[in-house]
């Protein structure tokens, strides 16, 4: 059988098939990616996970039917997708999902005549999906991430700034050596420290907004007349019909069963808060493991302009590190993230330098 077009009853070009080829090839490995994330997976997740799989194999069986004779060998995929699969296979993790989640918002089936309606609807749903279950990932791994973060991003910049004005003072080696590690220990320390305050004060925050255990043993002795359950449900939000009804609910169902809903609950956001000692512990790690790369010319003996050409450019690495993690599991453009906290790093150290010349002119 040989390919037709779906815009034409002519036969195929060969670039229509070139396409379909790679289209099959694709479809193959990112069916490969859900079901290696499937297999790390259990319960709901895993479900959801075959399911996509499937579905993508539904697609790869459209491209095939096209293709018919001219399917020739099997393709690989795209170097994008296969480095997904085997990162799927040996890790599963949160950053696969985010990936994958970039990679159908990107699918060009909305555009192409050759793909039905019914798959580019299937490839936008998909990345809707892919796109709760990474949420789900994120919420895990929130706090901790962005103690993280925030610590590694402060360190680089901040002893990078105090390095490049120190040294543009006129200062030795020696004495941009030690401020470098003492701003390590003094950023690391206060940056630990004003983490574990904040997410526990954050936390402290959420466990006053959550509604108090003893208040469901109360309902049953409620005067249904005056009903001041409904008061509750009017204070978390709720309209004087909505909460008059709902509670109505609740109390009609005492005599039958043990009331299944008590006071409107605020949400347990405790999990993207993270805990205190967590969050400072990576907080502190994650400083001083950024603030320790400028400092490492002036370790190993550099001093001056070769010491700072290098502290700038391991600095701008990591920066660019950092920013690109951050846009994956936004799912954000990794390269746009990246080079504006390379932009941001650098800008706040160029300031500092100019400011140190300032200083070093003026005691001079």
């Keep these: 059988m040989v390919a037709v077009s779906l815009r034409s009853d002519t036969p195929a070009s060969r670039a229509d098939v070139r396409r379909w080829r790679r289209y099959l090839a694709d479809e193959r490995a990112e069916a490969a990616v859900y079901r ?22 539904r697609h790869a069986e459209h491209w095939l039917d096209l293709l018919g004779d001219d399917v020739g060998r099997p393709q690989r995929g795209s ?44 490839e936008r749903i998909h990345g809707e999906v892919v796109r709760g279950l990474a949420n789900r990932g994120r919420m895990r791994l ?31 080696r ?38 108090h255990p003893e208040a469901r043993s109360a ?38 069963r043990r009331p299944a809903t ?15 000692l967590s969050a400072a512990v990576s907080s502190f790690c994650f400083f001083a493991s950024g603030a320790v790369i400028p400092v490492l010319p002036f370790l190993f003996g550099m001093q001056g302009w070769p010491a700072i050409a290098v502290a700038g450019g391991l600095v ?25 906290q390379l932009a941001i790093g650098f800008g706040a150290a160029i300031v500092t330098y100019a400011l140190g010349l300032l200083f070093g002119t003026g005691a001079a």
């Design 219 to 256: 309902v049953s002795d409620l005067d249904v007349d005056a009903n001041e359950l409904a008061l509750v449900y009017r204070a978390r939000g709720m309209s004087e019909a909505e909460a008059t009804e709902h509670a109505a609910r609740v109390l009609s169902g005492i005599g039958e």
């Design 79 to 122: 170097l994008r997708t296969r480095v997904l699969a085997v990162l799927a296979k040996r890790f599963g993790s949160v950053f696969v999902l985010a990936l994958m989640q970039r990679a159908e918002d990107r699918s060009p089936y909305a555009d192409d005549a050759d793909a039905t309606a019914r798959m580019a609807a299937d």
């Design 174 to 211: 020696h004495f941009v050596l030690l401020s470098g590690i003492a701003g390590l220990l003094a950023g690391a320390l206060s940056m630990g420290a004003g983490e574990y305050v904040s997410v526990r004060s954050q936390r402290e925050l959420l466990d006053a907004s959550t509604p």
């Design 142 to 172: 929130s706090g901790t991430f962005r103690a993280a973060v925030f610590g590694a991003n402060d360190g680089l910049v901040s002893n990078l700034a105090l390095i490049i004005g120190i040294s543009a003072s006129g200062a030795d």
């Design 262 to 276: 008590g006071p409107v609950p605020v949400g347990d956001d405790h999990e993207a808060v993270g805990t205190g």
């Design 36 to 57: 290696n994330l499937a297999a790390r997976r259990s319960g709901e997740e895993r479900e959801i996970l075959a399911a996509l799989a499937e579905a993508e194999g």
């Design 316 to 340: 701008g690495i990591a920066l660019l590190g950092t920013g690109a993690v951050v846009g994956v599991l936004s799912g954000a453009s990794p390269g746009k993230r990246a080079f504006r």
